[in-house]
């Protein structure tokens, strides 16, 4: 009698250890389905900030071409001198007037920082294509490039020698037709021409190209790294000193330049470079990266440069003109690759 | 001693069918379990994949581009954006990919088996072609799609429209709404699913709104809806 009794603490055993592991694995079910909704609950309130942002940007523009208020006291460089409030519109992580939200970050890119490629000239194409492609190039290549280059921005059919037209793009997979269009409808179309996309692999065309406004040369104050480093003339050498002047004080004029750039090198920059500036602005906004660990903070040389190690944001590409309308949105891209962000340190 | 006893034939019986029962309750509370467990199990997958498939879908509206192709005979230059009431394709900034270039996405819901998707580069052209050689994928089973078109009337009030082409409008509309309508009731317990996905980037930046040439048809709905409606008045 006594051995048959045991056997109910046998099924009671089971059962519970039955139980148990269903209860686990409900419980994880339960989990995984409570974090889910939290995330998602985050990305919407995070959607809404950068969105908030978004108009608050805007609105920066706006407010920067209007009057400024008398009272308002005047930033000084470190030579005493008033800095020019348009030039923080180069990518620098703003405060705005109309802050947004304390853990959103702000950048905002005026395009004139930017290699315009609707209407550049013959000329400059060919200077940027041989910078890109090193002192020994190769000018069969250049040529080849520069044909493809004339065919897909003419208005015809009808192929260069060496150039590309429609019979060779559709020979392609998949197939495709070329512009025919001196207008490019946005910067990654270059990537579609022959060639191109082996002449800029690794380039963030976004940030170094615009096809938006009338301008030609490159504003050295709003300028994006990536469109200084396929400027014919500049190495990353002048490239981070040239961050680090601006980040002290302006570029005024050209003089300013060739006292950085040496002047073999700036022969070479010279027609690139102008003070114009656009109406047209890429606004990046991101939610900050959470703060590293302290393990990675010891880790970290204090005298590094501080990196932001956010690649990725939320972006549009507005045309602001003036006060009394509203930006015009010409992209809108949700995740978008942000330009180099690194600042720039004395090297001396 | 030693009492052997045996058991009556009626208490073999008896302890026989009680177990009988005993475990045949236990098996029929055990399959219920499971396979409510099951089910709850396979609707939180679905359910997650259903998330992310309709939040894919939104930011790829939200990034939608106005992408220009040149028509081959007419030469012209249009805005690509064709919708109807059950077929949409855009052009997007978006792609599930995260390949460079814009994509273009068409969707298509056909009754009794779901919301169809398609994605095709859209490189410099319409990208017509290319998506009709795209075996389609199956995103949403089981729900049917209905898309409606936001624009803003004369009077400033908004509207919602059935159908928008690109070709005509020479933009895109102020905001897709897409309702997501279950098919079936029992299979899926949820109501009908709303996204609404408002577009910023409504015109290209040369061709201007309602600039179309006498081959594009005549507006469709009897109202002529005004562009550039975010704009305080135009510069």
């Known amino acids: 009698m006594k051995h048959q009794r045991g056997s109910v603490i046998i099924i009671v055993l089971w059962t519970s250890i039955l139980l148990t592991v269903l209860v686990t694995v409900m419980a994880g079910k339960v989990q995984l389905s409570a974090r889910t909704a939290f995330y998602n609950q985050q990305a919407v309130q995070d959607l809404a900030a950068v969105t908030a942002a978004m108009n608050k940007a805007e609105m920066e523009i706006l407010l920067e071409s209007m009057q400024k208020p008398i009272d308002q006291p005047v930033l000084t460089d470190i030579d005493g001198n008033p800095r020019e409030s348009l030039f923080r519109f180069n990518g620098q992580p703003l405060t705005l007037n109309y802050p947004a939200d304390d853990n959103i970050v702000v950048r905002i890119y005026n395009h004139a920082g930017k290699i315009n490629l609707n209407g550049i000239r013959g000329v400059d194409m060919r200077m940027l294509i041989e910078n890109r492609l090193g002192p020994d190039f190769d000018p069969q290549e250049v040529q080849e490039l520069m044909a493809a280059w004339a065919d897909w921005t003419d208005l015809d059919d009808r192929g260069q020698i060496n150039g590309a037209e429609k019979d060779y793009y559709q020979s392609l997979d998949p197939p495709y037709s070329p512009r025919n269009n001196s207008e490019l409808d946005s910067v990654e179309e270059l990537r579609l021409i022959r060639g191109f996309d082996e002449l800029f692999k690794g380039v963030n065309l976004d940030a170094a190209f615009t096809v938006y406004g009338t301008g030609r040369s490159v504003n050295l104050n709003l300028a994006t790294r990536e469109a200084m480093q396929l400027l014919p003339g500049l190495d990353d050498e002048l490239i981070e000193k040239i961050i680090f002047f601006r980040q002290q004080r302006e570029i005024r004029n050209k003089p300013m330049v060739a006292e950085i750039v040496p002047l073999e090198k700036y022969v070479q920059l010279d027609r690139w470079i102008g003070d114009n500036t656009s109406t047209v602005y890429s606004v990046y906004a991101y939610p900050k990266a959470t703060p590293s660990t302290e393990q990675d903070s010891e880790q970290r040389d204090p005298n590094a440069p501080e990196v932001d190690p956010v690649t990725q944001a939320y972006m549009e590409i507005m045309e602001v003109r003036s006060y009394q309308n509203r930006g015009r949105v010409y992209k809108v891209d949700p995740y978008s690759r942000l330009p180099d962000t690194t600042i720039a340190q004395d090297e001396d | ?235």
Do not use: C
């Open chain 2, 1 to 235: 001693m030693f009492s052997q006893r045996g058991f009556t034939l009626i208490e073999v019986i008896l302890s026989l069918a009680l177990t009988a029962l005993l475990l045949s309750l236990l098996s029929t509370g055990m399959y219920a379990v499971m396979n409510d467990w099951e089910n709850d199990t396979s609707s939180l997958d679905d359910d997650l994949d259903q998330t992310i498939a309709i939040l894919q879908l939104e930011r790829a509206l939200q990034g939608a581009f106005p992408h220009s192709y040149r028509d081959e005979e007419s030469l012209g230059r249009f805005v690509y954006f064709k919708g109807a009431d059950d077929t949409l394709s855009w052009v997007s900034s978006v792609s599930p990919q995260r390949t460079g270039g814009l994509t273009a996405w068409h969707l298509q819901s056909v009754d009794d088996e779901g919301v169809y998707l398609r994605l095709a580069p859209a490189m410099s052209d319409s990208p017509d072609q290319r998506l009709e050689t795209v075996e389609p994928i199956l995103l949403i089973p089981n729900y049917t799609a209905e898309f409606a078109y936001l624009y803003e009337e004369l009077d400033f009030s908004k509207r919602w429209r059935e159908d928008w082409l690109g070709e005509v409008q020479q933009s895109l509309p102020l905001a897709v709404s897409v309702t997501l309508t279950p098919i079936d009731e029992d299979i899926v317990q949820t109501g009908p699913l709303n996204i609404i996905a408002r577009i910023r980037a409504n015109e290209h930046r040369l061709l201007r709104p309602g600039a179309t040439p006498s081959s594009g048809t005549s507006s469709t709905s009897g109202s002529v809806p005004r562009f550039n409606t975010i704009q305080i008045g135009e510069p």
